[in-house]
């Protein structure tokens, strides 16, 4: 299994937790923020840096003021976190993938560098089987250099982790690279490490970025404050504050993506669509946002122009999620429009092609499903599961077919399965009311009420509702 890094998104809790930082952009607290897709790398061959291949890329981000070299074996990834993330090409025989992340922060000014550090230390170190192999400060005061070693427990293998620290102002940055501990000294390791030596500190920054002595109302400081509010719900608000932010500074593609993802969460559909297509004006190559834009269109009904749109996204080159999304899109506006045939196929063209895609699995056993193909559906959603195993639609989706057969116990593993992943899943709820009510066990039926019940008005008769 492809390791998500969450080693990453645990060390952003611990440091929040921690109280050190007031505000970061690489690894935002919501999932409606925007991802390191949007950022939009400039690429170019390095022909200038001493002792990088020809063969190395480089890469520069403006946005986060930073640049690094990687070599050609290498790339880019959109989906493991921090403003970049570089992986192997090749990577099916790891269960733990390599990778290098660069994450930036922005920290209490003029904190010490070996304060800060001692205390995401101390809060690594709760990590399962840690254990800490060096701390070196070195000669420069700003940099401080981290060798760990942890178990990860999405695939249990034991990582060997190195962190680079480096601090400019306001801003700190965090270098790391992970391979399994088999790996530690391997070519990938090496590779690593002479990617983490290229890293340097940029003097310019993208127009949205927070430079040393910025006003507090800089365009970054309203994104933060817009990101803040995505974060508790409150998009009404985050959408004034872009809009704010859109009239101090040319406008960004952050500015177009974070307003469009507040409308999404609103419903507004059409208002997102709009924002998008916005945004694919400055960034036309973005498959990505493509992507989103026809998701859009297809949650406002506007079913000719996402066709139009998908077939494009289909001609293009991306990151094989992204391309995978073009034919889950395709096949979407088929299943909208009631084309079950249509839209199947397109799902199954994009399993071919991308088969380790748990969501094509998933769609594609929802179509069986409509069609009352339940044993096609059961092998479809079982994939899905095989390859995400905490698929939480793909759980809810076996769980009906084993409903259908009055297999309870199976059903029930799949709805408890759910619950453990999102204690909040009405329908998973639901289908555990339905079996232990079908099962006369009335001790746990009323147990299950009573939880129902304490978690909040109105829970307790949504879930009936479902139930029935």
């Not at 986060?64 to 025989?93: C, N």
């Not at 230390?121 to 192999?133: D, V």
């Not at 942890?150 to 270098?175: A, H, N, Q, R």
């Not at 094989?320 to 395709?330: G, H, K, R, S, T």
Request: with cysteine.
């Amino acid at each position: 299994m492809i390791n998500k890094n969450a080693a990453f998104a645990g060390r952003i809790a611990a440091l929040v937790t921690l109280g050190i930082f007031y505000a970061f952009v690489c690894r935002p607290p919501s999932p409606a923020l925007a991802s390191p897709q949007s950022r939009q790398p400039i690429l170019s061959e390095s022909k200038t840096e001493a002792g990088i291949s020809v063969k190395s890329k480089l890469y520069e981000n403006g946005f986060y003021g930073f640049s690094l070299t990687y070599p050609a074996g290498y790339e880019l990834s959109a989906k493991r976190g921090g403003a970049v993330t570089i992986t192997p090409k090749k990577t099916q025989g790891y269960r733990f993938v390599p990778a290098l992340v660069v994450c930036k922060y922005f920290i209490i000014k003029d904190q010490p560098l070996r304060d800060i550090v001692g205390q995401i230390e101390k809060k690594m170190s709760a990590l399962p089987y840690y254990r800490l192999n060096y701390i070196s400060y070195g000669s420069k005061t700003a940099e401080v250099k981290i060798c760990r070693e942890f178990i990860d427990y999405i695939s249990e293998e034991t990582v060997y982790e190195v962190s680079l620290y480096k601090v400019k102002s306001e801003d700190l940055f965090e270098i790391s690279w992970q391979v399994p501990r088999s790996h530690s000294n391997s070519s990938a390791a090496a590779d690593f490490e002479i990617m983490a030596a290229s890293f340097k500190i940029l003097e310019r920054q993208g127009t949205a970025e927070v430079l040393t002595g910025a006003p507090i109302d800089s365009p970054a400081r309203i994104l933060e404050g817009a990101a803040s509010l995505m974060a508790g719900g409150r998009y009404l608000e985050a959408v004034a504050l872009l809009k704010k932010a859109a009239e101090s500074a040319p406008v960004t593609a952050d500015i177009y993506l974070l307003t469009a993802r507040c409308y999404t969460a609103l419903k507004d559909y059409k208002r997102a669509a709009a924002e998008y297509e916005k945004l694919l004006k400055i960034q036309p190559a973005g498959l990505e946002f493509l992507n989103l834009y026809v998701d859009s269109l297809i949650m406002c009904r506007d079913y000719k122009k996402a066709l139009s749109n998908s077939g494009k996204a289909l001609k293009m080159s991306g990151p094989p999620e992204a391309m995978a999304m073009a034919y889950i899109n395709l096949g979407n506006i088929f299943l909208e429009t009631k084309m079950l045939n249509e839209s199947l196929n397109s799902y199954k063209e994009g399993i071919t092609k991308f088969p380790s895609n748990a969501r094509l699995y998933n769609n594609a056993a929802f179509v069986y499903y409509l069609q009352r193909d339940y044993v096609s559906a059961a092998d479809y959603y079982n994939k899905a599961i095989f390859i995400d195993g905490d698929y939480k639609t793909a759980h809810l989706g076996i769980a009906a077919i084993y409903m259908r057969k009055s297999d309870y116990t199976s059903a029930a593993y799949h709805y408890n399965k759910v619950i453990k992943l999102d204690d909040n899943s009405e329908e998973a709820y639901a289908g555990l009311l339905k079996i232990y009510g079908a099962m006369k066990m009335r001790p746990k039926y009323d147990e299950l009420v009573k939880l129902l019940n304490m978690k909040g008005p109105g829970f307790y008769d949504r879930v009936v509702k479902k139930a029935k």
